[in-house]
């Protein structure tokens, strides 16, 4: 088995900055892309930044030059720094992760989902 967990959210004036952490842990033998992805309420989840094992990053295009995703590969872990946040990036954020356990086919977890809340 293999679960994701994300830490991080929490309430933030605007133009206020968090760090969200998701840490992958369980069965697992290769870890691949990793992402992070966001639902406001009343909105479809939308892709805020997904990075592959070699670095390669790719953000929303609204999101460029304020977010920032990074990983640690040794420790299963994804980051995602969120600067100059502003009310409108108020939602659940998700951690997504694709992994292999070593036999079977490679497979898409979720996280549990962490709130972050931008308001004065």
């Known amino acids: 088995q293999v679960q994701l967990v994300e830490s991080g959210g929490g309430l933030v004036q605007p133009g206020g900055s968090l760090r969200l952490s998701c840490a992958a842990s369980?069965?697992?033998?290769?870890?691949?892309?990793m992402g992070w992805y966001r639902q406001a309420r009343g909105k479809q989840r939308e892709l805020v930044a997904i990075?592959?094992?070699?670095?390669?990053?790719n953000y929303a295009d609204s999101l460029k030059g304020r977010f920032t995703i990074s990983r640690d590969n040794a420790k299963n872990t994804v980051y995602l720094q969120m600067n100059s946040l502003q009310p409108e990036d108020t939602a659940v954020y998700y951690c997504?992760?694709?992994?292999?356990?070593?036999?079977?086919?490679?497979?898409?977890?979720w996280g549990q989902g962490t709130q972050v809340t931008v308001s004065s």
């Open positions: 990075i592959i094992g070699g670095g390669v990053t």
């Open positions: 997504n992760a694709n992994i292999w356990d070593g036999s079977g086919p490679w497979r898409s977890y």
């Open positions: 369980g069965s697992i033998f290769r870890t691949g892309g």
